[in-house]
């Protein structure tokens, strides 16, 4: 079974940068489209953005023009670049795959936008 470990979350002020990573321990160069999702406190997870095997994109809205995700199927590893980041951006952020989360929930990864 793949497991998923999210990485490069943090504290960050209004307008910086972050890039997330998702490494899995098994091979995601498959057959799987790959997504992140995040959970603010008393929300539900919600979708952030998907990749294919090809490298074909989708964003939600809240992520248009901000946010780019990519993967790296050679090392296993999904990316997350978030730029001009919003106090509304906090959440804990995850990977799996989309549309259904075939994989086990890794821990996430909490990003924090806050002056």
């Known amino acids: 079974q793949v497991q998923l470990v999210e990485s490069g979350g943090g504290l960050v002020q209004p307008g910086g940068s972050l890039r997330l990573a998702c490494a899995a321990s098994?091979?995601?160069?498959?057959?799987?489209?790959m997504a992140w999702y995040r959970q603010a406190p008393g929300k539900q997870r919600e979708l952030v953005a998907t990749i294919t095997r090809g490298g074909t994109t989708y964003y939600a809205d809240s992520a248009k023009g901000r946010f780019t995700i990519s993967r790296d199927n050679a090392k296993n590893t999904v990316y997350l670049q978030m730029n001009s980041l919003k106090p509304e951006d906090t959440a804990v952020y995850y990977c799996?795959?989309?549309?259904?989360?075939?994989?086990?929930w890794g821990q996430g990864t909490q990003v924090t936008v806050s002056s």
């Open positions: 799996n795959a989309a549309p259904i989360n075939i994989y086990n």
């Open positions: 098994g091979s995601i160069s498959g057959f799987y489209t």
